[in-house]
């Protein structure tokens, strides 16, 4: 992998996962009429995120160490909330403070590399 491809997954995924975030917090507060568009980006940001950091993770490290499994967890986690804030809004804070607290374990994850 090139170091023009590799910037180029890396700024996609960052803004990707926070288009992600974004979108959750959007559903939690936003009307329901906007459900159709949010759920199309949040979807959209979802699946460059998952695509970006698989190749990323394929060509930096040959699919070894098991922080990354992790991060799939949490992208798997981000991805229902959009959803399930629409669907549940008395919920709201709870797919917030979720998803902040899956962002962060997250971005432990990428920088820390524990296991």
């Known amino acids: 992998m090139n170091i023009h491809e590799l910037n180029s997954l890396h700024i996609i995924h960052v803004l990707s996962a926070i288009g992600l975030v974004g979108a959750t917090f959007y559903a939690c507060a936003g009307a329901?009429?906007?459900?159709?568009?949010v759920l199309m980006w949040g979807g959209i940001?979802?699946?460059?995120?998952i695509l970006t950091g698989i190749r990323m993770w394929q060509g930096l490290y040959g699919f070894a160490g098991g922080w990354a499994i992790?991060?799939?967890v949490c992208w798997l986690g981000l991805s229902a909330f959009t959803g399930l804030a629409y669907r549940q809004r008395e919920k709201a804070s709870l797919w917030?403070?979720?998803?902040i607290v899956l962002t962060l374990v997250a971005l432990v994850?990428?920088?820390v590399r524990p296991f």
């Open 96 to 99: 917030i403070n979720l998803s």
């Open 45 to 49: 940001a979802s699946l460059l995120v």
């Open 109 to 111: 994850m990428v920088y």
């Open 32 to 37: 329901p009429e906007t459900r159709k568009k």
């Open 70 to 72: 992790v991060k799939v």
